[in-house]
């Protein structure tokens, strides 16, 4: 069954062709700041000539703009690859990590829930890996730039929020996440948890394949929203459309 989302827009890209093995093909840059697109494309065969950045030009910077453009470009992929570090990494569950992501993510999608919500669903325990001591912090970093307020805030306090579903067998308070009541995402993250994240444990749950949820994965990585690093039209700054 295949993602039934609605297409979205996507942001102008950096050709793929241009990927694979560019810093290979870079080259130290002479000349003036570049103002057309076929000098642009060149960009990518150069590299900055500084040492320290107080010694940078403007010309450098367009150069590592051009480069970032183009390495921002597969994100989506890049986080896909990580979340595949979960597979076979059990932590003393009934299923693997990654099967408890896609199982989150089905049943939210199965829920109708939008787009968005189904990944923040899979890529919630992206984190596992990394941060032992704080896996959601480290999904809230990788999601930050791409999805709603209220989505990142579900997402960074589910921890806390699942609690309440075995803090009490550890000798910790499952009450927990009463100190947020009040909070607008509050019943938004007490339903993640309780109607799709807590029971995503059953090893007989038909869930789909990792690879229907990509496309919605690429769909909300290709737009990023909150950056530094976004101009007024949403581009990369540094970067012509």
Known sequence: MALAFAVKSM?????????KNYNSRSIKH??????NLTENQDLLKQSATFGAMTEATPLDW???????????????????????????????????????SVQTATRAYR???????VVCSLLHDIGDT???????????AVLKPFVSEDHLWMVEKHGIFQGYNFFHHLGLDRDMRDQFLGHRAYDLTV??????????FDPSYDSMPLSEFVPAVEAIFAEPKNS???????QMIGTSS
């Not at 002479?30 to 103002?35: H, P």
């Not at 921002?72 to 992929?77: E, K, L, W």
Request: negative net charge.
């Open 228 to 234: 530094i690093y976004l101009d007024d039209d949403g």
């Open 62 to 100: 367009q150069i590592i703009a051009a480069h970032n453009r183009v390495f921002a470009n597969d994100v989506a992929g890049r986080v896909i690859d990580h979340l595949r570090l979960l597979d076979g990494d059990c932590g003393g569950f009934a299923v693997d990590r990654l099967e408890h």
């Open 111 to 117: 829920a109708n829930k939008s787009e968005e919500y």
């Open 11 to 19: 942001v102008t890209k950096a050709p793929l062709w241009s990927l």
């Open 191 to 200: 339903e993640f948890c309780q109607d799709f994240d807590q029971p995503a």
């Open 130 to 140: 990394l941060g032992s001591y704080n896996h959601p912090d480290i999904a809230v």
């Open 30 to 35: 002479e000349g003036a700041i570049v103002t």
